[in-house]
Nanobody, 121 residues
Framework: QVQLVESGGGLVQAGGSLRLSCAAS????????MGWYRQAPGKQRELVAA???????MYADSVKGRFTISRDNAKNTVYLQMNSLKPDDTAVYYC???????????????WGQGTQVTVSS
């Protein structure tokens, strides 16, 4: 059974930084694309960033230049480094694993439980 466990969320002032981690178990982590979504109150869940099994990345326009997704296959972990945080970044952040190696050609197979990020102004 695949499990995704996020950590690293919290409260930070605008302009600050946080690093989210997502530890995966129960699958061959290195062969799957991974991603981060977020959901703010009253809004739909939206894609923030994704990374293929080979390390190719993509970002939502709203976070380009501020967020960086990365993965450590030896630790079965995907990260989201978030810099220059804004109040609009406040949301629950969810880690996901895709059913294949590339986020463009695979569906989302598993979700983590989410971690709250709150950015104060």
């Amino acid at each position: 059974q695949v499990q995704l466990v996020e950590s690293g969320g919290g409260l930070v002032q605008a302009g600050g930084s946080l690093r989210l981690s997502c530890a995966a178990s129960g699958s061959i982590f290195s062969i799957y694309a991974m991603g981060w979504y977020r959901q703010a109150p009253g809004k739909q869940r939206e894609l923030v960033a994704a990374i293929t099994s080979h390390g190719t990345t993509m970002y939502a326009d709203s976070v380009k230049g501020r967020f960086t997704i990365s993965r450590d296959n030896a630790k079965n972990t995907v990260y989201l480094q978030m810099n220059s945080l804004k109040p609009d970044d406040t949301a629950v952040y969810y880690c996901n694993q895709y059913s294949g190696s590339h986020y463009y050609t695979a569906n989302i197979a598993y979700w983590g439980q989410g971690t709250q990020v709150t950015v104060s102004s």
